[in-house]
T-cell receptor, first 113, second 114 residues
Framework: GENVEQHPSTLSVQEGDSAVIKCTYS??????FPWYKQELGKGPQLIID?????GEKKDQRIAVTLNKTAKHFSLHITETQPEDSAVYFC????????????FGTGTRLKVLA | DVKVTQSSRYLVKRTGEKVFLECVQD?????MFWYRQDPGLGLRLIYF???????EKGDIPEGYSVSREKKERFSLILESASTNQTSMYLC?????????????FGQGTRLTVV
């Protein structure tokens, strides 16, 4: 079945360093890949997304890359700050014609001051 | 400011009770979703709805049902709550899947079944 694997499950970085979270998806028909940030006590919030016709997208300190051949996509956060500490989820759109998002299991990022 | 609002942040219910979780969105979205979130398992889809009165089972529908009588409201029903349904429940909505659009989430309902 459709599956999204996310690594690592936890990640600790020093403030100012970069953080990278990687996801692999199984459904070759997936064409939309959002990333969500979930802060403590809140619902997930979309932070960046990428569509299958694009290889990379940047928004200030965050960027996402997509390798459709390998079915990999990654979130890159540069110059990390303590407020970046949260759980991050990747997702992939389900099989074309459905409305489902398949989520990864999440990465808990801790930025150490 | 777009909003997905879940009626309760915290709920405590007894085993065997019928439980209603309510979700309302103000963005005129066609699609609405119910997920449950458990540590180490991420977000798992329970049910989704792509139109009023339309619904489809997600990955873990057992023990749950849903109702969508109006476009803005999507209810999750636990017919007879059990302790293994203790979890965080998240509602989300998104635009029509003519393009897969981003989903907006509510703040979550933490349900404890005792």
């Amino acid at each position: 079945g459709e599956n999204v694997e996310q690594h690592p499950s936890t990640l600790s970085v020093q403030e100012g360093d970069s953080a990278v979270i990687k996801c692999t998806y199984s459904d070759s028909a997936s064409n939309y890949f959002p990333w969500y940030k979930q802060e403590l006590g809140k619902g997930p919030q979309l932070i960046i997304d990428i569509r299958s016709n694009v290889g990379e997208k940047k928004d200030q300190r965050i960027a996402v890359t997509l390798n459709k051949t390998a079915k990999h996509f990654s979130l890159h956060i540069t110059e990390t700050q303590p407020e970046d500490s949260a759980v991050y989820f990747c997702a992939a759109s389900g099989t074309s014609g459905t409305y489902k998002y398949i989520f990864g299991t999440g990465t808990r990022l801790k930025v150490l001051a | 400011d777009v909003k997905v609002t879940q009626s309760s942040r915290y709920l405590v219910k007894r085993t065997g009770e019928k439980v209603f979780l309510e979700c309302v969105q103000d963005m005129d979205h066609e699609n609405m979703f119910w997920y449950r979130q458990d540590p180490g398992l991420g977000l798992r889809l329970i049910y989704f709805s792509y139109d009023v009165k339309m619904k489809e089972k997600g990955d873990i529908p057992e023990g749950y049902s849903v109702s969508r009588e109006k476009k803005e409201r999507f209810s999750l029903i636990l017919e007879s709550a059990s302790t293994n349904q203790t979890s965080m429940y998240l509602c989300a909505s998104s635009f029509s899947a003519s393009r897969a659009g981003d989903a907006f989430f509510g703040q979550g309902t933490r349900l404890t079944v005792v």
